[in-house]
């Protein structure tokens, strides 16, 4: 869904659909009697007209209030009944009372258009009658477009996803166990003898010589070398180098994209039917583009972030400043759904909010919300049919509520004539931190010292309020001529004062 904002334009389209005909129409019912003639037909067509006229009468009231009725001259009267067709008969009866035939009359009457027949009889709306053509309303829509799954169009949306999950397991380690024994051996031995021996030996008997001869010799040698050699090695490697991880990677991206006809052409519609519909009712509207510049410089906010950042306030105060006293807000969504099965039309489907407030108080004045389907050859313009058919249909509603509030005005305006030109009836309130007894006092002097003051009288009091009860008929407005009395007292030095039909607020330490 994509957001964008519309300001009012001067620009106007073709004429109000069937439905929106429909809401800007009102039934009332008018009755008409006449005497029972020898003619049935003139009898009849007699009771009509004057039926007709009653009806006349009862809508008049509506649209410009029963103040005014004494502009609506008979003669004005008898134009606007011929022009009550009989389609716009929604329902008649008639009987026969006595010597009298009385016919009833309900018919379905566009406001718009019996406003605009008023005007060409000189009979200006109420908004016209307050000075609502030197002051204007204007208009914000925050506009919401529903993508469109139609793909011949220029629209789509991509969405991705994308996840991936798994394990990696790593192992370098080593181990590792070596042993080397090595032994040597060596021996040398040697042995050497030599032996010689001579022996000669004679013999004789009794008594008698001997002769012995010998002789010997021996030689021994021995040698011996011996030589020995060890030696044991031993290495171990013990290493480990293991690597594990997991992963479980997710990825969501979507991307929309947009019809470009939906930024220029749907907004233009929208603006183009609803300031035709208040044009319909005489009510002034123009662009609030430069306004908020003025207010706000810088990229042009939508109504929605507005209020949510707390300068909405701050915006009707400049507004109403600026002459503009109504404020209008608008919230246009759109939702296509394809093209239809049998006709192969793109089907769209819609609703269209809209608020109007006065800018002075900040008081929602008029509502309104529609909803409807609609088709057409592509999105574009099955958006641009619906949104004209919508914004009609608000602007329809809207109207009135907002002559009424018109009506409002230009009734407190004659109550305030009325006030300054004869004796009226006012409702005094006091508010302060601190009423004491001398305050009070000062009031009551004060109020007895105002020329054209022939009635006071307490109504109720507490701690910070006092309201009092006031006949006046001075030409010097009465919180005017109560500052002029009291403004040399440093208790009312600052005072403040708020003012309304027959009733006056003063504030000793600000409103």
Known sequence: MTHRYFYVATAAVAALSTAAYAQSSSQVSGSGSAAVGRDTNATRAQAEALAKADLVRAFARQVIGAERMGELSPDAVNQLATQIRNDMIVDRSSERVGNMFNVTLTASIDRQWFQSALDDLGISSSSRRSGGTQQRIVIMIDEAIGRAPDFSQPAEVVTEYDRDSGASYSDQSVSAYNNRERAASSASSASGRTSQSNYAGAASDYYGSAAVRGSGRSASAQSSRSASAYSNDTSSIDRTNVQASSHDN???????????????????????????????????????????????????????????????????????????????????????????????????????????????????IGSAFREATGTGRNSSDCENRLTANLASQVAAALGPQIQREWRNVGRAQTAAVEAATGPAQYTLTVRGNDLNMGIQADLMDALASIQGIDQHAFLGQDTNQINIHVRYSGSTPLHLALYQRLRSNPAFTNMQSQTAPQQVTLCLNGC
């Open 250 to 364: 997710v990825r969501f991206r979507q991307r929309v994209t947009y019809q470009s006809a939906a930024n220029s052409a749907t907004g233009r519609a929208a603006i183009s039917a609803l300031t035709e519909g208040m044009i319909n009712f005489d009510i002034s509207t123009s662009s609030v583009t430069p306004m908020l510049a003025a207010f706000r410089p810088g990229p042009t906010p939508l109504f929605s972030e507005l209020q949510a950042s707390g300068g909405l306030n701050a915006f009707f105060q400049y507004a109403n400043s600026q002459s503009a006293p109504f404020f209008m807000s608008g919230a246009l969504e759109i939702n296509h759904g394809g093209r239809h099965p049998a006709t192969g039309e793109v089907e769209c489907s819609g609703a269209f909010n809209a608020d109007a407030y006065n800018t002075a108080t900040g008081q929602n």
